[in-house]
C-alpha cells in the first residue's frame, strides 16, 4: 500500500484557526468575536469551555514556528483573526493585530515554511453580529476592508490568499441550526448568510488583488464540500436526496464562486423560505472573481435516501424534502465521523470533473481520537495507531486521486496541535501534536513523527 511518492514539490502543511489556538482574547487590543459571546453563554460549548486561554500560542509563537519547522512540514495555514486586525469590525485598524501576524508570517519565512494564510475561520467580530452578521451585506464589505488591511501589510510575504473556511459551516451551522456562533436558528437567515459569505469572498479578493505584490502569490477559498452518496443509486428519490446535499452544501458555494451563478435547483428548493432578492444585480459578477487553488476539508462520507416528510427550521439544510441520512458503517472517530478513505478519493475525481481547471488543495483532513500521553524512556510518548492509519489510508488515496488525473498540489493535516474544537470544548483532539492543557506542554504524537517521514521524503511511509 504505502512507499509510493507523492510529485516533487508536492506541499506538505498543517493547519490551525486563530480562536482556536491563540488565547489572548483580550490582549493588545483585540475586540470581542461571535465565538468569545457564543462560548461564554451557558450551555453553547462543552463544560464552558472557551477560547480565552487555548492553546496559548498568543505567546508561544516562536516555540511553536520551531515545532512546525522540526516537523520538516513546507507550509502552515493559519487564520487570521479579524477582531485582532479591526476589533470593532469597522473603522479603527489596531496595529498591534497587524504586528502580531507579520511576527508569525515573518517567522515562517525565516524557516522556510511557506504562510497560508485564511482570512476568516469563523471569528466575526461581535459589534458586526450586533449589525447584522452575516445575514447583512454590510458585514461583505466590511470583510472586503479587513482584507485589504491585512493584503497591504502582509501582501509582500504571504504566499496563499484563502478568503473563507468552511462557509456552509458558518451559514448553516450558525445561522441555521444554532449549534456554532452566534447560534441563530432561522433558515432564511441560514440563505442569506450564504450569499454574503460568497459576496465576501469575492469583494476580499478583489481588494486583495489590489494591494498584494509577492510576484507568485495565490488565492484560494476552502469549503467542507460534502461526499454524499445515494443510498440506492437506482432509486430516483434516493438520488434526488443526494442531489439536494450536494445543491446545499457543495454548489451553493462553488457554482457562484467558481462559475458565477446559484444553481437553479438550490433556488428552486428553497423558495418558500425565500425569494433570494437579497442577491442584488452585479453581485455574481462581483462573487465570480479569478482564483488559483480549490481548497477542500475532507473528514467523512455521507449517505442518504428518501425519507419522512419533516420541517429543516432549525436544522443546517434548509428546504431539503425528505431527506433522511443514513448511519454509516464504522470505524468512526472521537467525533462520531466515518473514516472513508474512498470518499476523499471520489470528492477529488468529482471536484476536479466539475471544476477542470483548478489546481486542488486538501486544506484539511485528519481524526480526532482520545489520546493518551505515557510515560516511556524517560519521555512522553503519545502512540496514536489509529491517528496513523487514519492519515496513511488519506494519503494513498490522494495519491490515487493524483494518479488519476486530479491537479491535487497540496495537504494540510488538520490539526498541527490539540485545541479548541469549537462546541465541543478541549474535548476532541485532532493533533498530531498532544497538548496538556494545564502546563500548555507540546508532545510529538506518533502520527507527527510519521508525517515527519512522508513530508522530508515525498513517500509514504510503510
Ligand atoms: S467542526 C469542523 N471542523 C473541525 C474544526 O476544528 C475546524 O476548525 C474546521 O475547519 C475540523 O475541521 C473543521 N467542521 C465541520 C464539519 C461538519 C460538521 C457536521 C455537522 C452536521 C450537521
Same mark, same amino acid.
Given at each position: 500500500?504505502?512507499?509510493?511518492?507523492?510529485?516533487?514539490?508536492?506541499?506538505?502543511?498543517?493547519?490551525?484557526?486563530?480562536?482556536?489556538?491563540?488565547?489572548?482574547?483580550?490582549?493588545?487590543?483585540? =475586540?470581542?468575536?461571535?465565538?468569545?459571546?457564543?462560548?461564554?453563554?451557558?450551555?453553547?460549548?462543552?463544560?464552558?469551555?472557551?477560547?480565552?486561554?487555548?492553546?496559548?500560542?498568543?505567546?508561544?509563537?516562536?516555540?511553536?514556528?520551531?515545532?512546525?519547522?522540526?516537523?520538516? #512540514?513546507?507550509?502552515?495555514?493559519?487564520?487570521?483573526?479579524?477582531?485582532?486586525?479591526?476589533?470593532?469590525?469597522?473603522?479603527?485598524?489596531?496595529?498591534?493585530?497587524?504586528? +502580531?501576524?507579520?511576527?508569525?508570517?515573518?517567522?515562517?519565512?525565516?524557516?522556510?515554511?511557506?504562510?497560508?494564510?485564511?482570512?476568516?475561520?469563523?471569528?466575526?467580530?461581535?459589534?458586526?453580529?450586533?449589525?447584522?452578521?452575516?445575514?447583512?451585506?454590510?458585514?461583505?464589505?466590511?470583510?472586503?476592508?479587513?482584507?485589504?488591511?491585512?493584503?497591504?501589510?502582509?501582501?509582500?510575504?504571504?504566499?496563499?490568499? @484563502?478568503?473563507?473556511?468552511?462557509?456552509?459551516?458558518?451559514?448553516?451551522?450558525?445561522?441555521?441550526?444554532?449549534?456554532?456562533?452566534?447560534?441563530?436558528?432561522?433558515?432564511?437567515?441560514?440563505?442569506?448568510?450564504?450569499?454574503?459569505?460568497?459576496?465576501?469572498?469575492?469583494?476580499?479578493?478583489?481588494?486583495?488583488?489590489?494591494?498584494?505584490?509577492?510576484?507568485?502569490?495565490?488565492?484560494?477559498?476552502?469549503?467542507?464540500?460534502? $461526499?454524499?452518496?445515494?443510498?440506492?443509486?437506482?432509486?430516483?428519490? /434516493?438520488?434526488?436526496?443526494?442531489?439536494?446535499?450536494?445543491?446545499?452544501?457543495?454548489?451553493?458555494?462553488? /457554482?457562484?464562486?467558481?462559475?458565477?451563478?446559484?444553481?437553479?435547483?438550490?433556488?428552486?428548493?428553497?423558495?418558500?423560505?425565500?425569494?433570494?432578492?437579497?442577491?442584488?444585480?452585479?453581485?455574481?459578477?462581483?462573487?465570480?472573481?479569478?482564483?488559483?487553488?480549490?481548497?477542500?476539508?475532507?473528514?467523512?462520507?455521507?449517505?442518504?435516501?428518501?425519507?419522512?416528510?419533516?420541517?429543516?427550521?432549525? @436544522?443546517?439544510?434548509?428546504?431539503?424534502?425528505?431527506?433522511?441520512?443514513?448511519?454509516?458503517?464504522?470505524?468512526?472517530?472521537? $467525533?462520531?465521523?466515518?473514516?472513508?478513505?474512498?470518499?476523499?478519493? /471520489?470528492?477529488?475525481?468529482?471536484?476536479?470533473?466539475?471544476?477542470?481547471?483548478?489546481?486542488? $488543495?486538501?486544506?484539511?483532513?485528519?481524526?480526532?481520537?482520545?489520546?493518551?500521553?505515557?510515560?516511556?524512556?524517560?519521555?512522553?510518548?503519545?502512540?496514536?495507531?489509529?491517528?496513523?492509519?487514519?492519515?496513511?489510508?488519506?494519503?494513498?488515496?490522494?495519491?490515487?486521486?493524483?494518479?488519476?488525473?486530479?491537479?491535487? @498540489?497540496?495537504?494540510?493535516?488538520?490539526? #498541527?496541535?490539540?485545541? +479548541?474544537?469549537?462546541?465541543? =470544548?478541549?474535548?476532541?483532539?485532532?493533533?498530531?501534536?498532544?497538548?496538556?492543557?494545564?502546563?500548555?506542554?507540546?508532545?510529538?504524537? /506518533?502520527?507527527?513523527?510519521?508525517?515527519?517521514?512522508?513530508?522530508? @521524503?515525498?513517500?509514504?511511509?510503510?
Amino acid at each position: 500500500m504505502s512507499g509510493l511518492e507523492f510529485p516533487a514539490g508536492f506541499t506538505f502543511g498543517a493547519a490551525t484557526a486563530a480562536y482556536q489556538i491563540e488565547g489572548a482574547a483580550t490582549e493588545d487590543g483585540r =475586540g470581542p468575536s461571535i465565538w468569545d459571546t457564543f462560548s461564554q453563554t451557558p450551555g453553547k460549548v462543552e463544560n464552558g469551555d472557551t477560547g480565552d486561554v487555548a492553546i496559548d500560542f498568543y505567546h508561544r509563537v516562536e516555540e511553536d514556528l520551531d515545532l512546525i519547522k522540526s516537523l520538516g #512540514l513546507s507550509a502552515y495555514r493559519l487564520s487570521i483573526a479579524w477582531p485582532r486586525i479591526i476589533p470593532a469590525g469597522l473603522g479603527e485598524v489596531n496595529e498591534a493585530g497587524l504586528a +502580531f501576524y507579520e511576527k508569525v508570517v515573518d517567522g515562517l519565512l525565516v524557516r522556510g515554511i511557506e504562510p497560508v494564510v485564511t482570512l476568516y475561520h469563523w471569528d466575526l467580530p461581535q459589534p458586526l453580529e450586533d449589525r447584522g452578521g452575516w445575514t447583512v451585506r454590510e458585514t461583505s464589505y466590511a470583510f472586503a476592508e479587513y482584507a485589504r488591511v491585512v493584503g497591504e501589510r502582509l501582501g509582500d510575504r504571504v504566499a496563499v490568499w @484563502t478568503t473563507l473556511n468552511e462557509p456552509w459551516c458558518s451559514a448553516y451551522l450558525g445561522y441555521g441550526s444554532g449549534d456554532h456562533a452566534p447560534g441563530r436558528r432561522s433558515e432564511a437567515a441560514s440563505l442569506q448568510a450564504v450569499h454574503h459569505l460568497n459576496l465576501a469572498h469575492g469583494l476580499a479578493l478583489i481588494e486583495l488583488r489590489k494591494v498584494v505584490t509577492r510576484p507568485d502569490a495565490r488565492y484560494s477559498v476552502t469549503n467542507n464540500l460534502a $461526499m454524499a452518496y445515494a443510498a440506492d443509486p437506482a432509486n430516483p428519490e /434516493d438520488v434526488d436526496a443526494k442531489r439536494q446535499i450536494e445543491a446545499l452544501q457543495n454548489r451553493a458555494f462553488t /457554482d457562484p464562486q467558481l462559475r458565477g451563478f446559484y444553481p437553479q435547483d438550490l433556488l428552486t428548493d428553497t423558495k418558500h423560505i425565500t425569494d433570494w432578492s437579497f442577491v442584488h444585480d452585479g453581485d455574481l459578477e462581483l462573487i465570480n472573481q479569478p482564483i488559483d487553488i480549490v481548497g477542500i476539508n475532507y473528514y467523512c462520507t455521507g449517505t442518504v435516501r428518501r425519507g419522512p416528510e419533516h420541517s429543516t427550521e432549525g @436544522t443546517a439544510y434548509p428546504g431539503a424534502t425528505r431527506v433522511e441520512s443514513v448511519e454509516q458503517p464504522g470505524p468512526h472517530t472521537d $467525533m462520531g465521523w466515518n473514516i472513508a478513505p474512498q470518499g476523499l478519493y /471520489d470528492l477529488l475525481v468529482a471536484t476536479h470533473e466539475a471544476y477542470p481547471e483548478y489546481e486542488i $488543495m486538501v486544506t484539511e483532513n485528519g481524526a480526532a481520537y482520545g489520546d493518551q500521553p505515557v510515560e516511556e524512556d524517560g519521555g512522553k510518548r503519545v502512540h496514536d495507531t489509529e491517528r496513523v492509519d487514519f492519515l496513511l489510508r488519506h494519503f494513498v488515496a490522494a495519491h490515487r486521486a493524483i494518479e488519476a488525473g486530479v491537479p491535487l @498540489t497540496g495537504y494540510f493535516v488538520w490539526s #498541527l496541535m490539540d485545541n +479548541f474544537e469549537w462546541a465541543f =470544548g478541549y474535548t476532541k483532539r485532532f493533533g498530531i501534536v498532544y497538548v496538556d492543557y494545564e502546563t500548555q506542554e507540546r508532545t510529538k504524537k /506518533d502520527s507527527a513523527l510519521w508525517y515527519t517521514k512522508l513530508a522530508e @521524503t515525498g513517500v509514504i511511509p510503510e
